[in-house]
């Protein structure tokens, strides 16, 4: 088996710390990649302190991987040594159903597995993230990083930046559209950018009036304070699209009533407590409420060139594996912009 380091927790109650774990010996369809940087993402700290009640112990997060290629085995035609290359939420799927067979890999009818918190196929246990120093990835579960990428604000892209480029792509955000992106953090502001790029009227909800002039820096033509009834008011029943990234507990029902009839909310943010919604918030004007998972393997690689064609990338703020849990206390405060990054390179991993 290979041989790894990396930092993960051990319990819920565990902080973040070293670990020599080991992945499986590289197959002929594998990949493996030597991690360079790897985006911090909401969902790492949910995973670690068990809000969401799945994680497998131990849980070494991280699954926005961007690094260079180490080796590849017999089967592999797609990367060759050397290369820049990236690694988002999944490494497996059982590639035969439906939504497989339609490039739909995260809505795997069996279940695509988690790059960390998955089940390994090979030896198993768990799968383990980018929290370390490589891993070990099925070819078709690779992603080409664009040449010119800023490799580290490109590691964001696998998590933040696909899971608001789908849904903004499926719900045809573009020209003469009103798409609204509440919250603006690590997600957010990749919805702004994208929104924005597509050709889309674009507004932020936000509850802070500070955040106005870095929302318009990011490509909102218009910001909404939403404690501000009046302001609130002014908008109703006026949005096409309103894509919410709030991973905190809040209310729903005062989005939903900014759409226009057939409107659509999609929620992406995944807070720990189940979200309330109103019957009558979607009936009274036929209005959608939806969710959105990631993307699949090629929509994935869609973003990726997309968000090179319009040089777009993440706002980040690089750290240390050694002081995330220092960066998990900052998140939750929301005093980050928009998203931290490991840099595994300066990181000098130890067991």
């Not at 790894?4 to 710390?17: E, F, I, L, N």
């Not at 590289?26 to 949910?46: E, M, N, W």
């Not at 070494?60 to 035609?77: A, D, L, Q, R, Y």
């Not at 699949?296 to 973003?303: A, N, V, Y």
């Amino acid at each position: 088996m290979l041989e790894c380091v990396g930092y993960g927790a051990t319990a819920a109650s565990a902080p973040v710390a070293p670990i020599s774990f080991n992945r499986r010996d590289p197959g002929p369809d594998d990949v493996v990649i030597k991690i360079a940087y790897c985006g911090v993402c909401h969902s790492d700290l949910h995973q670690v302190r068990n809000e969401w009640r799945n994680t497998v112990y131990p849980c070494i997060p991280g699954h926005e991987i961007v690094g260079h290629i180490e080796s590849v085995g017999s089967n592999v035609t797609r990367f060759t040594v050397g290369e820049t290359a990236g690694v988002g939420c999944m490494v497996g799927a059982c590639r035969t159903c439906s939504a497989c067979r339609e490039g739909l890999e995260n809505y795997c009818e069996v279940g695509f597995t988690g790059t960390y918190n998955g089940v390994e196929p090979v030896i198993g246990g768990p799968t383990f993230g980018g929290y370390s120093d490589r891993i070990v990835v099925d070819q078709h579960f690779v992603l080409t990083i664009p040449a010119g990428m800023v490799l580290a604000a490109a590691a964001p892209l696998l998590c933040a930046g696909i899971t608001t480029y789908s849904p903004l792509r499926h719900w045809k955000a573009g020209p003469g559209k009103k798409v609204g992106i509440v919250g603006l953090g690590g997600l957010g502001h990749m919805g702004l950018k994208i929104a924005h790029a597509m050709g889309a009227y674009t507004v932020l909800f936000t509850t802070s009036a500070g955040k106005t002039e870095d929302a318009r820096r990011l490509g909102a033509d218009e910001v909404i304070i939403s404690k501000d009834a009046e302001q609130m008011g002014r908008h109703t029943d006026s949005f096409d699209f309103i894509l919410d990234t709030v991973a905190a507990d809040h209310a729903i029902d005062p989005y939903l009533n900014m759409l226009k009839r057939d409107g659509t909310l999609t929620q992406v943010g995944a807070p720990e407590n189940p979200l309330s919604v109103s019957a009558f918030s979607v009936i009274w004007r036929r209005r959608n409420f939806a969710g959105s998972l990631i993307g699949g393997i090629p929509e994935t690689q869609e973003m990726l060139d997309f968000c090179a064609e319009h040089g777009l990338t993440a706002d980040i703020e690089l750290i240390t594996i050694d002081t995330i849990e220092a960066a998990y206390a900052r998140m939750l405060k929301s005093e980050v912009k928009y998203r931290f990054v490991i840099d595994l390179e300066a990181s000098k991993l130890k067991s």
